[in-house]
């Protein structure tokens, strides 16, 4: 008679402590989804590209300017950063491949300035027509890092009200000049983001237990350029193998140094045959 209220104390105390883990899981799964990683690394690299842009702008004499990167690995085309009244509404503007000035200068790899863009049969008046903004004269230069186009750098219109003058060889060659410095940035930017959304993801990813399944998928699908692509499928195979322990750590480090020396050596026998 007196055991029954033992076995309900104890199956009382089981729930409890049930539920006290539960709640711990629960509190432990919101924090981690506080962790806002969410821009930590893009953000500063935007501010320099909108700064360097501003500092571009004003010496090419242009009235707007704006810095497009790649969208997807197809070729089209993204606003990242604008200097324009409109400039809000033209980071939602998507150029097709192979579109406009913009996606001829990044499909040729050569720049190209415009007096007016109303006698020039490939200028895409979509993102005028969307933004209200109105575009006469133009000057496109492509962004490149070695040997990867990674956007398009542009310059429109004069300060004042048209007719504009149009951009002249000096202003060309000036925007080149800022082009080589904002690609690197692009770059870095382009890296930055995939590896915060990379965080973001794992992070979920461990809180539910996924053995990395959904993460791979995720890559799969993901819209970037197919060196990044490569990037983030390394880093997760990379990270499989040494989360399996010291000696599998070890042998990373061993192939990724063998790996490193080769291509040392390749590019200094590469740089040799072209060196007299």
Known sequence: MKSAPRKSSK???SRKRASRKGSFEARLRDAVRAIDVANSLTSPLTNSIENLLRIAAADVGSDTASVLVRDGSR???KFLAALSDVADELK?????PGKGIAGLVFSTGQPMAVADVSKEGSFWSEADKRTGFKTVTLLATPLRTGSEMVGVLEFVNRPGEPPYDPFSPEEMDRAAHFADAIASLVEAHETAGLIETLFARSLDAAMKGDDGREVRE???RVRSAPEHKDLLQLAISLRDIASRGDA???LCRDILDSLARWTEKRSTISTGYFSF
């Open 11 to 13: 199956k009382s105390a």
């Open 75 to 77: 070729g089209g085309l």
């Open 92 to 96: 939602k503007v998507r150029i097709p």
């Open 218 to 220: 995720w890559v799969k």
């Open 248 to 250: 599998e750590r070890q």
